[in-house]
């Protein structure tokens, strides 16, 4: 489920021939008439939600293929639109996972492939599709595989971070953490050692391979780093009030960092911690 506004939420169900969806009005506790999507979601679910529009990740009609996006309006229609240059799917260990996200104060929509691929705008309204290649690479010899996740920042930024899987007996390389500015096509690379980000949130949470986290508020300033001796295993839930970052600690509750003084504070016994936090707030196990 995702809120298309203030009081209209987007329902999805998967069925054997293909992917429903509803309106829900909660003004007027109205339903609204399944309509189907033809084909299904990808292993992330990923929907990212516009100004009046939601745009939708569907799953490659091959096992590698071009990318598909549903958009969906309030009033229950449905369109979509492939993006023929970013590939999405698997076959066997070749992995490319691309990132979706939204603006959401216009209806705007990107899409990020592997290095190889440019990112994708697409107007949510006409459907129109424009390419930029702001994370270009001088290296894209002995790509077999790619994941992305992204974060919507404001201000017409996103965060993206993730890998380029090698071929055999080739290294996978990080993207790092970056941020792309749309209005310019500029990317600034915040943290070039981060694999997995995630937001709590206004923080960006980024993780390492050692187990480092390292912390950046919403407009690219580190505010925080945690070593592997005080970061929680991975994967990761987190939550923050943009005071204080809170972080599951095995057996104790929670770690709590304390982000305008920067650094660790001490642990609180709550237990369940990882239960009440939202799974789209994991590191590694559904973060965009």
């Known amino acids: 489920m995702r809120w298309l506004d203030s009081s209209r939420v987007l329902v999805f169900a998967e ?5 429903r969806f509803f309106v829900l009005d909660t003004m007027r506790n109205r339903l609204g008439v399944a309509k189907r999507i033809a084909g299904h979601l990808s292993d992330r679910y990923q929907v ?8 939708v990740l569907i799953r490659a009609v091959q096992k590698i293929g071009p990318v598909r996006i549903a958009v969906v309006s309030s009033s229950g229609s449905a369109r979509i639109v492939t993006l023929k240059q970013i590939r999405e799917g698997a076959i066997d260990r070749k992995i490319y996972r691309p990132s979706l996200v939204a603006n959401t104060s216009a209806d705007q929509a990107y899409v990020v492939g592997g290095i190889r691929d440019p990112v994708a705008a697409i107007n949510l309204r006409t459907l129109a ?15 077999a595989g790619a994941e992305r996740m992204t974060i919507w920042l404001g201000g017409g930024r996103f965060a993206v971070a993730g890998w380029d899987d090698g071929a055999p007996g080739s290294d996978s390389r990080l993207l790092g953490l970056r941020v792309v500015d749309t209005r310019s096509w500029r990317a600034r690379t915040l943290d ?13 949470v980024g993780h390492h391979p050692n187990g480092t986290l ?7 300033v580190r505010r925080l780093a945690l070593t592997p001796l005080d970061a929680p295993a991975f994967p990761v839930w987190v939550a923050s009030n ?34 009440l936090l939202s799974p789209t707030n994991i590191l590694g196990a559904g973060c965009r």
């Open 214 to 220: 390292v912390v950046f508020g919403f407009d690219g």
């Open 48 to 55: 990212a939600v516009g100004r009046t529009r939601a745009a």
């Open 15 to 19: 069925r054997p021939s293909g992917l």
């Open 129 to 143: 599709v424009s390419y930029r290649r702001p994370l270009a690479s001088a290296d894209t010899s002995d790509v």
């Open 192 to 204: 070039p050692d981060t694999d997995y980000v995630c937001v709590a949130g206004h923080s960006l």
């Open 242 to 275: 943009d005071r204080y970052l809170y972080l599951p600690d095995p057996g104790a509750g929670a770690l709590v960092a304390d982000l305008s003084s920067r650094r660790l504070i001490g642990r609180l016994p709550v237990q369940g911690l990882d239960e």
